[in-house]
């Protein structure tokens, strides 16, 4: 289970011993540390605690901030017991039973900073350091949590203030050093399903000889992420220490960062603003470049997806937030690269763990039927990566990662890297898919002249993916292909009839896929 960094009180509250033993509340409260004390239990009355008051608990010497929740069912927790949701009891690190205490949380320090920017004052330096370090030591609520991503969505943070956030939410975590000159890192930020470069940039550019330490996040709203999908092939959930090791053996590692410590705020900032489906500019640049640098990278290669159905939708938009993305950089020392690509359509044929795992593996292998556009893409991203290497002239990158690739060393040295991490034994070319399938046929003859990435990731995500590794779409059209009515479009795959009918009937609300004439595919002006 994923933890965030022990919540450790600045405030120490004395209370006298109350006979509370601990108890694991098996809920999973999202990066919320969560306490359960029953309404009857003899200290709720002697503190005066309320419902949502925020907390310290203690045990085996430990503390941790949580919100308080009082329930009134024994069978949750009893009058002598204080339960714990699993976050919170992961962080306290002790058995069931234990003695545990609990007592008033003083208020956070920054909440007159957090006051300030609700009325949309500028903060400083001092402020952001202040409000991250006590976010990271879960001091807010989700209130003040919801409040304070508000408020930076609302009156947009300018380009100081993003910098200011970035530093703060890289002091509040792990920094890592790998002792080398030149580290690199490659990021794209988000919005188009399948699309699994990094799966092939790790192993070509480690095999290359530049140290590429990828740790990666699980999907939280798509149909998977980079972690979801390596883990099909082998073990990412890594002791910090063995994935430090592989990366001095092997240059490389694709491993979930959860392990690692880095940047805890962002983990906690998350969780808020994914249901709120907030993903304003500055917050989405010191997400990434705090992941980034507190990870060690000095030279990132980012790629901004641009198309109808994309996070970025137009150029001058793509434009202006690669501006704020190398303000940010040049402000905290990473060399960063900035690359707008095509994101009319998803990248690849397979959207799910499986399916994408499928693609890449066909593309380490050379495989004829490879998606052709997941091989260029990661081409030309490992090549801007390997011209970071001051032996190599500009322009010569795309070249030596197609020899690479092509001459099977990437494929060599994927390999390696699953046997490090520990192999899960995936057959590609049996892959394991969900036994409940639903073709989409097409309903007259035409071209595809539109894929709604954000549908077609509902699809697939209603379909079971990420949770269910088979689940998913496989596409068998792309843009400009003709088809035929009846043709089918795509197959969804599923594991369990339920989530095959949601995903029924979402496709029957909107399929994704527009069809019409050649002359009406639409263009976009990019770099790849």
């Known amino acids: 289970m994923e933890t965030d960094a022990p919540a450790v009180a600045h405030v120490a509250v004395t209370t006298p011993p109350q006979g509370l033993t601990l108890r694991r509340v098996a809920i999973d409260t999202w990066r919320e540390n969560v306490a359960y004390l029953h309404r009857d239990c003899a200290v709720v009355r002697a503190e005066g605690f309320q419902a949502l008051s925020k907390v310290e608990v203690r045990a085996n010497g430990k503390r941790i901030l949580a919100t308080l929740n009082v329930v009134d069912d024994v069978s949750i927790v009893g009058c002598g017991e204080l339960g714990v949701s699993e976050d919170a009891f992961a962080q306290l690190a002790v058995a069931d039973g234990h003695p545990a205490s609990v007592a008033q949380a003083e208020p956070p320090e920054s909440i007159p900073a957090l006051f300030r920017k609700i009325n949309g004052e500028r903060l400083g330096r001092e402020d952001f350091h202040a409000v991250i370090s006590d976010i990271a030591q879960h001091r807010y609520?989700?209130?003040?949590?919801?409040?304070?991503?508000?408020?930076?969505?609302?009156?947009?943070?300018?380009?100081?203030?993003?910098?200011?956030?970035?530093?703060?939410?890289?002091?509040?975590?792990?920094?890592?050093?790998?002792?080398?000159?030149?580290?690199?890192?490659?990021?794209?930020?988000?919005?188009?399903?399948?699309?699994?470069?990094?799966?092939?940039?790790?192993?070509i550019v480690s095999a290359y000889g530049l140290v590429f330490p990828k740790t990666s996040s699980r999907a939280i709203t798509s149909p998977a992420g980079t972690a979801d999908?390596?883990?099909?092939?082998?073990?990412?959930?890594?002791?910090?220490?063995?994935?430090?090791?592989?990366?001095?053996?092997?240059?490389?590692?694709?491993?979930?960062?959860?392990?690692?410590?880095?940047?805890?705020?962002?983990?906690?900032?998350?969780?808020?603003?994914?249901?709120?489906?907030?993903?304003?500019?500055?917050?989405?640049?010191?997400?990434?470049?705090?992941?980034?640098?507190?990870?060690?990278?000095?030279?990132?290669?980012?790629?901004?997806?641009?198309?109808?159905?994309?996070?970025?939708?137009?150029?001058?938009?793509?434009?202006?937030?690669?501006?704020?993305?190398?303000?940010?950089?040049?402000?905290?020392?990473?060399?960063?690269?900035?690359?707008?690509?095509?994101?009319?359509?998803?990248?690849?044929?397979?959207?799910?763990?499986?399916?994408?795992?499928?693609?890449?593996?066909?593309?380490?292998?050379?495989?004829?039927?490879?998606?052709?556009?997941?091989?260029?893409?990661?081409?030309?991203?490992?090549?801007?990566?390997?011209?970071?290497?001051?032996?190599?002239?500009?322009?010569?990158?795309?070249?030596?990662?197609?020899?690479?690739?092509?001459?099977?060393?990437?494929?060599?040295?994927?390999?390696?890297?699953?046997?490090?991490?520990?192999?899960?034994?995936f057959d590609h070319h049996h892959p394991a898919l969900g036994a409940l399938t639903l073709d989409?046929?097409?309903?007259?003859?035409?071209?595809?002249?539109?894929?709604?990435?954000?549908?077609?990731?509902?699809?697939?995500?209603?379909?079971?993916?990420?949770?269910?590794?088979?689940?998913?779409?496989?596409?068998?059209?792309?843009?400009?292909?003709?088809?035929?009515?009846?043709?089918?479009?795509?197959?969804?795959y599923a594991a369990y009839p339920a989530d095959l009918e949601f995903a029924r009937q979402a496709c029957a609300r909107s399929n994704g896929v527009s069809l019409g004439e050649a002359g009406q595919v639409p263009q976009v002006f990019v770099e790849f």
């Not at 930020?189 to 940039?201: A, D, E, F, K, Y």
Request: glycine share 10%.
């Open 141 to 203: 609520s989700k209130i003040e949590l919801t409040a304070f991503v508000v408020a930076c969505n609302r009156s947009e943070l300018d380009r100081e203030e993003v910098a200011f956030l970035t530093e703060a939410m890289v002091a509040t975590g792990r920094r890592l050093d790998w002792q080398q000159p030149l580290v690199v890192d490659k990021h794209c930020i988000g919005g188009i399903p399948g699309n699994r470069t990094s799966m092939l940039v790790v192993p």
């Open 229 to 425: 999908t390596m883990e099909v092939l082998a073990r990412v959930e890594l002791p910090f220490e063995q994935l430090t090791g592989i990366v001095r053996e092997h240059h490389g590692c694709l491993a979930w960062g959860g392990t690692a410590d880095l940047s805890p705020a962002d983990d906690v900032l998350i969780s808020v603003e994914r249901p709120l489906a907030l993903d304003s500019p500055g917050q989405m640049v010191a997400s990434i470049l705090s992941k980034k640098i507190a990870a060690g990278a000095t030279h990132l290669v980012l790629d901004i997806p641009i198309g109808p159905t994309a996070k970025v939708r137009s150029m001058p938009e793509a434009q202006k937030l690669r501006r704020l993305f190398e303000y940010v950089a040049q402000r905290l020392h990473l060399s960063l690269e900035v690359v707008i690509t095509d994101g009319r359509q998803p990248v690849g044929r397979g959207i799910g763990p499986v399916l994408e795992a499928r693609d890449v593996m066909q593309v380490l292998e050379c495989d004829p039927d490879a998606p052709n556009d997941l091989r260029q893409k990661s081409l030309r991203l490992a090549g801007r990566l390997i011209e970071c290497s001051p032996d190599v002239r500009g322009g010569d990158g795309f070249a030596i990662a197609r020899d690479i690739l092509d001459s099977g060393r990437a494929l060599a040295q994927m390999r390696a890297l699953i046997a490090a991490q520990g192999s899960h034994g």
């Open 440 to 492: 989409v046929p097409a309903p007259c003859d035409g071209v595809v002249v539109g894929i709604d990435n954000l549908q077609i990731a509902q699809i697939a995500r209603l379909a079971g993916a990420p949770k269910v590794q088979g689940a998913g779409v496989d596409l068998c059209a792309k843009l400009g292909d003709p088809v035929r009515a009846g043709q089918t479009l795509y197959r969804v």
